[in-house]
């Protein structure tokens, strides 16, 4: 029987001590090598106990809300593409459900991220009526990323620190055109470097002030 | 707020089979925070990860003609994710370095003022863990899942399981600093 000094090799004594410790070929079989191990097994089993606690301290994680997103703008895509094989071109109820955009996916965190930040009326940039609680759940879902020049760093930049917001900590995921509370303005959702949490924030137009900015998620 | 749909996951799979777009975003609401939390586990770096459970479901919600039965709809959709990942290291392993970015690789060795095994924070010790062991090491010890299951989700005997996941924890051991060499 060989020793601790053979130390993470690929066969030998530790190795089989430790697929012995992982009921390697049987239990009875194991235990056997365990006790027959000799010195320094108790070392050995000890590590490992403490290797298996460390690995299942390992905090649990739940799906980002952008994630969430992509899948859940993937999996239209998806549907699109079939459409024009499976459904009728005129089916309102299938267009019904196509706009709401799979809400299951969109988490409460996405979809909170701007009934909380949008006090008023809220229209898309040619008027046509658009729900404010999922307005940032939707640019997400859909990809949309039509907020002009500020697509360049540079000017994103300018414009939030003319208007007076926090400076972007993360990349620019979506945005579009809104009007909030009768001011027009351009809705930014910015990553914030932190899995999960993303930020909604408005300019208005021509940067000269803020609209609405919350960070929610994660 | 919708209400909880009392389907069974695979009648979930069957209705989206017949076209019911909700059902498949029922499974992942069920099933995706795990199965985000493996390929993340797995692959360490969040983006890698994202890329990978998408491509890995949309794989899933295009093709779920290929769900045969012959193991539950949660551990098809881990082997899916699982596979997806694996595809992905041995990807990224046969690319020639960019330079940039992909930070999976944390250098590991002896301290060499100190004579003594670096100390790495687990997660980073799982990535310096061949991919063979790590998946199990995830699925066991990590997600915490029974070994039958691990099993099943990687098509191989129980045994193996054991033996990568055996295998993995020395290797694990060793990069955390609870084992070091006589000596040292």
């Given at each position: 029987m060989n020793g601790p000094g053979e130390y993470a090799g690929s066969g030998g004594w530790l190795t089989r001590l430790a697929e012995a410790d992982a009921g390697l070929p049987d239990e009875e079989a194991a235990a056997r090598v365990v006790a027959a191990a000799g010195p320094g097994t108790g070392r050995v089993l000890a590590a490992l106990v403490a290797t298996r606690a460390e690995l299942a301290a390992v905090a649990p994680v739940r799906m980002p809300t952008a994630v969430a997103a992509r899948l859940a703008a993937g999996f239209d895509a998806i549907d699109r593409e079939n459409e024009p094989v499976n459904r009728q071109p005129n089916d309102t109820d299938d267009l019904h459900v196509r706009r709401r955009r799979r809400p299951l996916l969109l988490t409460a965190a996405a979809a909170a991220l701007v009934a909380a930040a949008f006090v008023g009326p809220s229209t898309g940039p040619a008027g046509d009526a658009v729900d404010p609680a999922s307005a940032a759940a939707r640019v997400l879902a859909e990809g949309t990323l039509d907020v002009g020049e500020l697509r360049e760093p540079g000017t994103l930049a300018a414009c939030l620190a003319q208007a007076g917001a926090a400076p972007a900590h993360g990349p620019l995921l979506a945005g579009r055109p809104v009007v909030v509370a009768g001011r027009r303005g351009t809705l930014l959702v910015l990553g914030t470097g932190a899995l999960g949490r993303v930020r909604s924030v408005v300019p208005a137009e021509g940067c000269d002030a803020v609209l609405a900015d919350l960070t929610t998620g994660g | 707020?919708?209400?909880?749909?009392?389907?069974?996951?695979?009648?979930?799979?069957?209705?989206?089979?017949?076209?019911?777009?909700?059902?498949?975003?029922?499974?992942?609401?069920?099933?995706?925070?795990?199965?985000?939390?493996?390929?993340?586990?797995?692959?360490?770096?969040?983006?890698?990860?994202?890329?990978?459970?998408?491509d890995a479901l949309e794989s899933a919600y295009r093709r779920s003609a290929a769900f045969r039965g012959e193991a539950s709809v949660s551990t098809w959709l881990h082997r899916i994710v699982v596979n997806k990942c694996v595809d992905r290291i041995r990807y990224d392993r046969a690319r020639p370095p960019s330079g940039y970015g992909r930070p999976h690789r944390v250098p590991v060795g002896r301290d060499p003022a100190e004579g003594a095994t670096t100390r790495l924070a687990v997660l980073d010790a799982l990535a310096n863990v061949p991919v063979d062991q790590r998946v199990p090491?995830?699925?066991?010890?990590?997600?915490?899942?029974?070994?039958?299951?691990?099993?099943?989700?990687?098509?191989?005997?129980?045994?193996?399981?054991?033996?990568?996941?055996?295998?993995?924890?020395?290797?694990?051991?060793?990069?955390?600093?609870?084992?070091?060499?006589?000596?040292?």
């Open positions: - | 707020m919708p209400l909880l749909d009392a389907r069974s996951d695979l009648q979930l799979l069957e209705a989206h089979r017949s076209g019911e777009r909700r059902a498949f975003d029922e499974l992942v609401r069920r099933h995706g925070d795990r199965l985000w939390a493996v390929a993340l586990r797995v692959l360490r770096d969040p983006e890698d990860a994202a890329d990978v459970l998408q090491v995830v699925l066991v010890d990590v997600m915490g899942y029974p070994v039958a299951e691990a099993a099943a989700i990687l098509q191989v005997p129980v045994g193996t399981v054991k033996s990568r996941c055996a295998r993995g924890r020395v290797r694990l051991a060793g990069l955390l600093g609870h084992l070091r060499e006589e000596g040292a």
